[in-house]
C-alpha cells in the first residue's frame, strides 16, 4: 500500500501516533506536501464524512479520526506556509447565542477542515454582532450559524439581520443547520444553504468557495 | 375565503370553518382534536397524521413525502402541519389510544402530620354579661396561631360559628388559621397530590387523617398537543401571543379532569379536598402559574422561580374547598425541578446511608446522587428516543407496542395488551438494542453489521436482516423494523445519560463502583429492564444487579409531602442542599458523551 494510502487508513481508524509517524515519514521520502495534504489526509476524512453521511460511521468514530487528522496536519503545519499551499476558503462558524450545544458544530468544523477549509470556530453563545464582525475581519466567504433548540433558532434571523445592516450580506453566503432547523426555515429566514448533516455541510461550504474563488 | 372543514375523531364528526390557506394542525389544535405533535408544529418529526378522506391540498412537497413514506401518502394520509387549507376538505385524525401509563407510587407506612390539618373548637356564645366580640374568642380558643386572609375570615365568621351553635372547625396551615367551618368537619380532612410531568399529569387524592392513598390515576398532559418537550412548549410561548394562556389552559383543563376522575373514584367531593400539592419540572409549574417560561429556553438558563410557593388553590383556577391552598413543591434550577426534589425524597436521597444514585427517566432525563461529599444533580437531555419520537417505528406505551424483546433460538417479542405489533416504544427498543449488541449483530462502535459478518450460529437471524428505504435494518415484521439511523439516535440518547451520570459522579466525588444502589423513577424507567439498560450502557454496566424501580418518584414525594411536615420540611431541605450541575460548557461532558455513545464490550 502507497504511503498515502496508509496514512488515509490509519486516519480513518483513529490512529492518531501512527498517522503523526507517516506522515513525517512521508515528509523525509520526499513526497509533496501538497499530495499529503489531499491524498493522504483529506482524502481519509472525505471518506469518513460520506460513511458519516450514510450512517456507517458515527460521531464518536467522526471524532477520533478528526483527532488522528489534526496530529497530522500538526507535523504538516510549519511545511504549508512554506508550500503556498492556501485553504480552499475560509469560513466563520458557531452557535448562536443563548444556545450552548456545541458536539455538531465540531463537527461540522472538522469535516469542513476535512475539506480544506479554514474554519473561524467562535464557539457557543454567539452574538450575531461578532459573527458578522469576524466574517469581515477575516474576509471569510461563508458564515455558518448552527442552533440546536427551537428557542434559539430565531437567533439565525438576527445574525442574517446584523450583515444586511453592515452592508455584508450579498458578500457573504450564510449556511445554517442544526437538530430543529429544516430547508422551510431556512428560506423563511433568508439563509442561503441548509445541510442536514456535517459532511453535506462540508460538501455544501467547498462548492461555494470554489464557485467564489473562480 | 372561509371553508368547511369536516373532521373525524374519536368517531365523531365536527364541522369547523376556515379560512383558506390556513394551518390545518393549527386548526385542529384550536378546536382540542388534533393528533399529536411531539415537535410542535415544527414540520420535522413526521409524527401528526391525519388521513385526507375527501379534498385536494397542495403537496405533498419533498420534505413530507420523505417524512411520511410513499405507501402513507397512497393512502391517503398527511402530515397536518404541513397541510394548508384549499377548498373542503374532510379529515379524519386517528382516535388517540390511551398510553400505558405507569402511576403507582410507592410511598410505605407514613405517620400522617399533614401541614394543613384540621381543629375543632366550641366557643362561648356571647351573652350580656360576656359582649366580647367573636373573633376575640376564635383567638382565645386557638392561641399561638396566625391568622391568614382576614377579609375572607372576618366575612364568613360571624354566620359560620352561629351556624353550628359556636362550633366550628379551624383550618390551620403551618400555625395560621386559614379557614372556617361549621360544625366538627375534622373526620374530612382530604388533599391531592399532582405530579405535572411534561407527557403525563398524575393525580392522587389521599385521606389525610388516614393516610391512605384513596384514588390514583394519570393521563397526557394536554399540552402535548403543542410539543413533545419542554423546549417546544417554551418555543410555543415564546412565538405565540397567547402562547402562554393556551399552555396554562391546557394544563387547567388536565387537572380539572384528573381531579374529577379521582373525586369520582373515592367518592370525595371536590369541596372536601383542602390542600393541594403539586410536584412537576420547572417548566410546568411556570405554565401553572402563568409565568412565562421564555428564559429557560435559552443559556443562562436561569428561572423564574424554584422556591416553594403557598398560595389560594383559587388562584390556580381551581375549584376545590373554598379554603383550599396549593402549595407547590420547590425545585433547584431551570431543568431540574421540584419533580426530581420529591422523587429524592421518595427515593430517601437525602437520609441515605450509602452512594445512591436516582435516575428520573422521563421525557428529559434528571439524574441525582447522593455520597460523602453531598447530594447532587444535572439534567442530560436524552431527547424523546426513549419515547419513540425520532425512531422510524417508533411509538409510546400503547397497545400493539413492542415493549420487550429477546433472541432465544430466534427473536422473541411481546406487545401491550397483546395487540398486533404496530411499532417499538421505549423499552422494546432497549431490548433490541441490547439484544442485538448480545448476539454481535450491532457492533460496538454501533453498526449494524450484515449476516454474512456474523459466525454461522446465527444464520437463524438472516431472514430478519434485510434493507429497507435502503438503510440496513433489523425486520420485526412488516412495517416494523429498526434502522441503523435508529440505533445511532439510541447511542446519542443513551450517551447522553451515561455522560451525565459519569460527571455527576465526578462533581460527588464518586467512582461507580462506590455506588449501591440505583433507583429508578419515571415512566420509563419502570419499564425498562436494567439488564438491557446495562447491556448497552445506559446505565453502568457494573451496577446491573442493584438497580431498583420506584415507579412514579415524583408522585411519591409529592404525596409524602401533602401527608406530613417532616416529609415536607424534607423536601426543602432538599432542594437546598442539593448542588446543580451544568453539562453544558462543561469541558468534559463533549469527550464523554462521545465515548458514551460506544457500546460496551462485554
Given at each position: 500500500m502507497s504511503i498515502l494510502n496508509e496514512i488515509s487508513e490509519n486516519l480513518q481508524k483513529g490512529k492518531a501516533k501512527i498517522v503523526k509517524e507517516l506522515v513525517q515519514k512521508a515528509l523525509d521520502e520526499g513526497v509533496s506536501v501538497e499530495s499529503i495534504l489531499n491524498e493522504g489526509l483529506l482524502y481519509g476524512m472525505g471518506i469518513i464524512g460520506e460513511k458519516f453521511k450514510k450512517d456507517e460511521v458515527y460521531v464518536p468514530d467522526v471524532l477520533i479520526a478528526a483527532r488522528a487528522m489534526n496530529a497530522g496536519s500538526e507535523i504538516l503545519k510549519p511545511h504549508l506556509a512554506a508550500s503556498g499551499i492556501k485553504a480552499t476558503g475560509k469560513v466563520v462558524l458557531g452557535t448562536v447565542a443563548g444556545d450552548l450545544h456545541d458536539i455538531g458544530k465540531n463537527l461540522v468544523r472538522m469535516m469542513m477542515e476535512g475539506k480544506g477549509l479554514e474554519v473561524v470556530d467562535l464557539g457557543v453563545d454567539v452574538s450575531a454582532e461578532k459573527f458578522v464582525q469576524t466574517a469581515i475581519d477575516e474576509s471569510a466567504q461563508i458564515i455558518v450559524c448552527s442552533a440546536l433548540l427551537t428557542t434559539t433558532m430565531n437567533e439565525i434571523g438576527n445574525v442574517i439581520a446584523e450583515a444586511v445592516n453592515k452592508g455584508v450580506r450579498e458578500k457573504v453566503t450564510f449556511m445554517i443547520g442544526g437538530a430543529p432547523v429544516t430547508e422551510v426555515f431556512a428560506k423563511q429566514v433568508g439563509a442561503d444553504i441548509y445541510t442536514a448533516d456535517a459532511a453535506s455541510a462540508a460538501d455544501a461550504a467547498a462548492n461555494v468557495c470554489a464557485g467564489k474563488l473562480n | 375565503m372561509m371553508q368547511m372543514i369536516h373532521v373525524i375523531h374519536s368517531e365523531i364528526e365536527r364541522v369547523l370553518t376556515a379560512s383558506e390557506g390556513s394551518n390545518l394542525l393549527q386548526l385542529l389544535r384550536e378546536h382540542g382534536v388534533s393528533p399529536i405533535s411531539p415537535c410542535g408544529?415544527?414540520?420535522?418529526?413526521?409524527?401528526c397524521k391525519v388521513r385526507i378522506l375527501i379534498g385536494t391540498p397542495d403537496g405533498p412537497d419533498e420534505a413530507e413525502r420523505t417524512l411520511l413514506g410513499e405507501r402513507a401518502i397512497a393512502a391517503g394520509y398527511r402530515l397536518a402541519c404541513h397541510v394548508r387549507i384549499r377548498g373542503k376538505l374532510t379529515v379524519q385524525v386517528d382516535r388517540e389510544e390511551k398510553h400505558q401509563i405507569i402511576t403507582s407510587a410507592a410511598i410505605g407506612h407514613l405517620e400522617p402530620d399533614p401541614a394543613l390539618r384540621k381543629e375543632f373548637v366550641q366557643l362561648l356564645p356571647p351573652s350580656l354579661k360576656d359582649q366580647r366580640s367573636d373573633f376575640c374568642r376564635l383567638k382565645e380558643a386557638l392561641p399561638n396561631l396566625g391568622f391568614g386572609n382576614q377579609i375572607s375570615l372576618l366575612r364568613g365568621l360571624p354566620e359560620i360559628i352561629r351556624a353550628s351553635g359556636f362550633g366550628v372547625t379551624a383550618l390551620i396551615h403551618q400555625d395560621r388559621l386559614i379557614g372556617l367551618e361549621p360544625g366538627?368537619?375534622?373526620?374530612s380532612l382530604y388533599g391531592v397530590a399532582f405530579d405535572l410531568g411534561t407527557t403525563t399529569l398524575a393525580g392522587y387524592l389521599v385521606d389525610l387523617n388516614s393516610g391512605i392513598v384513596l384514588a390514583e390515576t394519570s393521563f397526557l398532559?394536554?399540552?402535548?398537543?403543542?410539543?413533545?418537550d419542554v423546549i417546544s412548549r417554551i418555543s410555543h410561548a415564546d412565538s405565540h401571543p397567547k402562547g402562554l394562556d393556551n399552555l396554562g389552559k391546557a394544563l387547567e383543563e388536565g387537572i380539572h379532569e384528573l381531579s374529577m376522575r379521582l373525586s369520582e373514584m373515592a367518592r370525595v367531593?371536590?369541596?372536601?379536598?383542602v390542600h393541594v400539592v403539586f410536584a412537576g419540572n420547572t417548566t410546568m409549574l411556570h405554565t401553572l402559574m402563568g409565568v412565562s417560561p421564555n428564559q429557560i429556553g435559552a443559556a443562562p438558563f436561569a428561572p423564574t422561580f424554584t422556591e416553594r410557593l403557598t398560595l389560594p388553590a383559587s388562584d390556580l383556577g381551581l375549584r376545590f374547598n373554598h379554603w383550599a391552598i396549593a402549595t407547590l413543591l420547590p425545585g433547584i434550577s431551570g431543568y431540574v425541578g421540584a419533580d426530581t426534589v420529591a422523587a429524592a425524597l421518595a427515593a430517601a436521597l437525602d437520609t441515605a446511608k450509602e452512594p445512591t444514585l436516582l435516575v428520573d427517566l422521563g421525557t428529559n432525563g434528571e439524574i441525582a446522587v447522593s455520597g460523602p461529599s453531598g447530594m447532587f444533580a444535572c439534567s442530560a437531555a436524552a431527547g424523546p428516543a426513549f419515547e419513540?419520537?425520532?425512531?422510524?417505528?417508533g411509538m409510546g406505551s400503547?397497545?400493539?407496542?413492542?415493549?420487550s424483546f429477546r433472541i432465544d433460538d430466534g427473536p422473541i417479542w411481546t406487545t401491550i395488551e397483546n395487540a398486533d405489533p404496530k411499532g417499538i416504544c421505549g423499552s422494546g427498543l432497549l431490548d433490541l438494542v441490547a439484544e442485538l449488541v448480545r448476539v454481535g449483530l450491532i457492533d460496538e462502535t454501533g453498526r449494524l453489521l450484515d449476516c454474512d459478518e456474523l459466525p454461522e450460529t446465527f444464520a437463524y437471524l438472516e431472514p430478519y436482516r434485510k434493507e429497507v428505504e435502503g438503510s440496513p435494518a433489523f425486520v420485526l415484521e412488516a412495517g416494523v423494523f429498526i434502522t441503523q439511523k435508529d440505533i445511532r439516535q439510541i447511542q446519542s440518547a443513551k450517551g447522553a445519560i451515561a455522560a451525565g451520570i459519569s460527571l455527576l459522579l465526578k462533581s460527588a466525588g464518586l467512582d461507580v463502583p462506590d455506588i449501591k444502589s440505583i433507583v429508578l423513577a419515571g415512566g420509563f424507567g419502570s419499564c425498562l429492564d436494567p439488564a438491557s439498560a446495562c447491556r448497552i450502557g445506559l446505565l453502568p454496566p457494573e451496577l446491573a444487579d442493584c438497580t431498583s424501580a420506584i415507579g412514579n418518584g415524583a408522585g411519591a414525594g409529592a404525596i409524602q409531602a401533602l401527608l406530613s411536615n417532616e416529609r415536607m420540611e424534607r423536601a426543602m431541605a432538599i432542594s437546598k442542599n442539593m448542588q446543580y450541575v451544568e453539562l453544558s460548557g462543561n469541558p468534559h461532558f463533549n469527550h464523554l458523551f462521545a465515548g458514551a455513545m460506544l457500546f460496551p464490550e462485554l
Open positions: - | 408544529g415544527g414540520g420535522t418529526c413526521g409524527k366538627d368537619t375534622t373526620q398532559n394536554p399540552q402535548c398537543q403543542f410539543g413533545a367531593p371536590l369541596h372536601e379536598i419513540g419520537a425520532g425512531i422510524r417505528c400503547m397497545p400493539g407496542a413492542i415493549d
